[in-house]
Every structure is written in structure tokens, then in C-alpha cells.
């Protein structure tokens, strides 16, 4: 009697974290990334096809990075009031490697590399090959088993690293991934080219 109740709640509790990873995820956490030796840290805020990061480098400066995969834009704003807009290159699964319950599963691959130790977890570690707007993009991806949230994720050369900590689940305000009024755009410049010419 009692076992054919415990298993009857934990079919109960599989259903409910089912449930609840099934929706369209929104969530929040701390995060941490680098790129080629730049270090950040900040907030990560997820819904569906929206992403907002406030992050701040390891000389304190602040910058909030908000993508929209419905109007295919980047826009960075800083600390003076002012924000650059730039075309998606990538999706937000290809740029954050948050692969969400909406994305087609044809245009993931993911390929078992084994089982890993990360902060005291067991994880499994996956290499990960996703279509984003018609290129593939690979990233190795440790996930702790029944989270749909990575714990960590790196591109193969390891030259850009993203950790994701301390994850709630929560629906999102739409306003935090809009522009806030009152902001002056800028032109966004790409760093010339060297010719190697003096």
C-alpha cells in the first residue's frame, strides 16, 4: 500500500517538473561570462525569444545587452543614456546556448561526450550543433540531468565561457526587454581592419 502510494507521487512529481519545463521557459539568474580573457557578470533575464543581460566588466563598468529574435536586434545601452542597435547575426540559442521548448529539434544536434564534475555536480557534457539562421553554430554544453537550464557553456576553442547560476523559473515583465525612454542612439563602429600599413 504505501509503495504503490510513493509511487504514485512520484509519478505525480515527474508530471509536475515535466509540466513545468514544458511551458514557454522564462527565467532569471546570475550570470558569468568571459570573451578572449574580458570578464562579466550581471543578471540574465530569459523569454522565449527575448534575452536581457545587465552585466558589468571587472573595472565596474555597466552595460545592459537586450536581443530580440522578433525583430532580429541587438541593442547595447550604456551608462550615458545612449544605446547602439545592430542586426541578429545568430539566434539566442546559438548566442546564450538556451535551447528553448520552441526551437525546432531538427535544427539541434546533440552528441553524449560523457560524464563531468562541475562545482561538486555530476553533469553530463554534451557538444551541441545548432542552425542558426541557415549556419551551423557548436558549443559544448554541462547540463545537470532534468534542468533545462545549462549549467555552463563554451565554444570549442573555449575562448568565450557562460555560466549560469542560481535559476528561478518565472514569467518575465515584457518591459524589461524594451528600450527605456528617454535613450540617444548612437552609430555602432566596428574596429577597422589592419592593412599592415603604417
Known sequence: MLINLLKKLAAF????????????MSFESDIEFSF?????????RYDRDKVRMDVKDRHGNEETIILREDTH?????????TYNEIAMKHTIAASTGIVGQHIDPA??????MGVATLDGRTV????????SYGTPVEFIEWQWPGQPVPLKVATPEGNS?????????????????????????????MPKKRTGKA
Request: glycine share 4%; net charge positive; hydrophobic share 40%.
Open 107 to 112: 535544427k539541434v544536434q546533440r552528441h553524449f
Open 73 to 81: 536586434t541587438y541593442w547595447f545601452i550604456g551608462q550615458n543614456k
Open 36 to 44: 578572449n580573457d574580458e570578464r562579466f557578470s550581471g543578471r540574465f
Open 161 to 189: 565561457v557562460i555560466e549560469y547560476k542560481n535559476v528561478l523559473f518565472r514569467p518575465q515583465e515584457y518591459y524589461r526587454f524594451q528600450l527605456p525612454k528617454g535613450l540617444k542612439k548612437t552609430t555602432f563602429r
Open 13 to 24: 512529481i515527474s508530471l509536475l517538473l515535466f509540466s513545468a519545463f514544458s511551458w514557454a
Open 124 to 131: 553530463n557534457k554534451y557538444r551541441v550543433i545548432i542552425d
